[in-house]
């Protein structure tokens, strides 16, 4: 499935004064600290993105937290956009499949613009 059929969009992980944290949507991946995109598991199974959560994925080599959530998972953002990324371990070595724990227990790659 392409990863452009999940209404991706990159994101930044904030801390602000208030004390709370926010999940930014920004435009470019060369602003971006992560990734969240609708789940391909549910996704296919509805058939819609209508009821279908999201997956989020940070990226410590950009910048977010080690406490940031979901986790403890990273991602290297390799690609230029939403239709070449690749999701690598990060740091390297560490596993670079993405496994959610609870709800549906989707468990895949993104590889070059495309979720399996």
């Known amino acids: 499935m392409k990863l452009t059929d999940l209404a991706p969009q990159w994101m930044r992980y904030e ?5 709370h944290t926010y999940f930014v949507p920004v435009e470019a991946i060369s602003e971006a600290q992560g990734i969240k995109f609708l789940c391909p598991k549910c996704f296919a199974e509805k058939g819609t993105a209508s009821g279908v959560h999201s997956v989020i994925c940070w990226s410590r080599s950009r910048g977010a937290p080690e406490d940031a959530r979901p986790g ?4 290297a953002l390799d690609g230029t956009n939403f ?3 690749t999701l ?5 070595g560490t596993k670079r ?3 959610l724990i609870g709800g549906c227990e989707w ?3 993104i590889t070059n613009g495309e979720a399996a």
Do not use: M, T, Y
């Open 83 to 85: 239709e070449d990324l």
């Open 97 to 99: 499949s993405v496994l």
């Open 72 to 75: 403890p998972g990273r991602w």
């Open 15 to 19: 801390k602000r004064d208030d004390g």
């Open 107 to 109: 468990h895949g790659f």
């Open 88 to 92: 690598n371990a990060d740091p390297p």
